[in-house]
Antibody, heavy 117, light 107 residues
């Protein structure tokens, strides 16, 4: 069974940093693209970014709203995905989901990030 | 960026009703589209992939159709557990973009 478990959320001040992690199990993590998607309270879904697999050079893509501030990385030896979030803004407040695959087939339960003073 | 325009934004329906939700892409995306169901406090769950393929384990009352720029999610006979918010997602080009969601409520 595919499992994706996010962690690392919490309260951070504007301008601060936070690192989220996603622990994956139940599938061959190294073979999959992995994404982050977020959802602000009471709002819709917003794609954040992607990590491609080793075969595609671990390259990344980002939404314009986070480019230059967020960095997605992965550790295939630990079946884990990360997003380092810097220069956080109040509008980054959201539940962050870890999502598997090119076609977004499996989602974690999410971790809440609150950016507030 | 490809804009995904989803309609309606909300609807009220009764158990047993046929429900149709539409998603229009601002440019052609072939069949690179999925439909997702989200219940309050839960993660989205994929229902349809490739615009028309039913996810394993998803009831057959859900179906998807369309290609190019016009897509439809149909629930043939609405059940109590189907009251939720539904989203379309295009994965044809970057950035990936979602429709704004359709909230299906009890009439």
């Amino acid at each position: 069974e595919v499992q994706l478990v996010e962690s690392g959320g919490g309260l951070v001040q504007p301008g601060g940093s936070l690192r989220l992690s996603c622990a994956a199990s139940g599938f061959s993590f190294s073979d999959y693209y992995m994404d982050w998607v977020r959802q602000a309270p009471g709002k819709g879904l917003e794609w954040v970014g992607r990590s491609r697999d080793k075969a595609n050079g671990y390259t990344t893509e980002y939404a314009a709203s986070v480019k230059g501030r967020f960095t997605i990385s992965r550790d295939d030896s630990k079946n884990s995905l990360h997003v380092q979030m810097n220069s956080l803004k109040t509008e980054d407040t959201a539940v962050y989901y870890c999502v598997r695959g090119y076609q977004f087939d499996s989602w974690g339960q999410g971790t809440l990030v609150t950016v507030s003073s | 960026d490809i804009q995904m325009t989803q309609s309606p934004s909300s609807l009220s329906a009764s158990v047993g009703d046929r429900v149709t939700i539409s998603c229009r892409a601002s440019q052609g995306i072939r069949n690179d589209l999925g439909w997702y169901q989200q219940k309050p406090g839960k993660a989205p769950k994929r229902l349809i992939y490739g615009a028309s393929s039913l996810e394993s384990g998803v009831p057959s009352r859900f179906s998807g159709s369309g290609s190019g720029t016009e897509f439809t999610l149909t629930i043939s006979s609405l059940q109590p557990e189907d009251f939720a918010t539904y989203y379309c997602l295009q994965h044809n080009s970057y950035p990936r973009t979602f429709g704004q969601g359709t909230k299906v409520e009890i009439k």
